[in-house]
């Protein structure tokens, strides 16, 4: 998944709390995400989930982490 705020909060990239935003984010979307993902690509068992948010176009900032999926939702961090 690719995320870009407008505008991006100020901090966001800096803060202690990004890793809860992204899994927050990561369930948030899922369960729309990867079924769309499935019929799009015929990957019947996805082994990971990502999500990014980005700031600027094509110079600028981004935050990524993946997520194996368990039960439909963003699992672990990888």
């Known amino acids: 998944m690719r995320i ?6 100020n901090g966001l990239f800096g803060s202690e709390n990004v ?3 992204l899994l927050a984010l990561c369930n948030y979307y ?3 995400v990867i079924p769309f993902v ?3 690509t015929g990957i ?3 082994n990971f989930i990502a999500v990014r948010v ?6 600028g900032r981004y935050v990524l ?3 194996a999926i368990s039960d439909g939702k963003c699992g672990e961090a990888l």
């Open 4 to 9: 870009q705020p407008d505008p991006v909060p």
């Open 19 to 21: 890793d809860d935003l």
């Open 30 to 32: 899922a369960p729309s």
């Open 38 to 40: 499935q019929q799009q």
């Open 44 to 46: 019947e068992d996805p």
């Open 54 to 59: 980005v700031s600027g176009d094509v110079v």
């Open 65 to 67: 982490e993946t997520y």
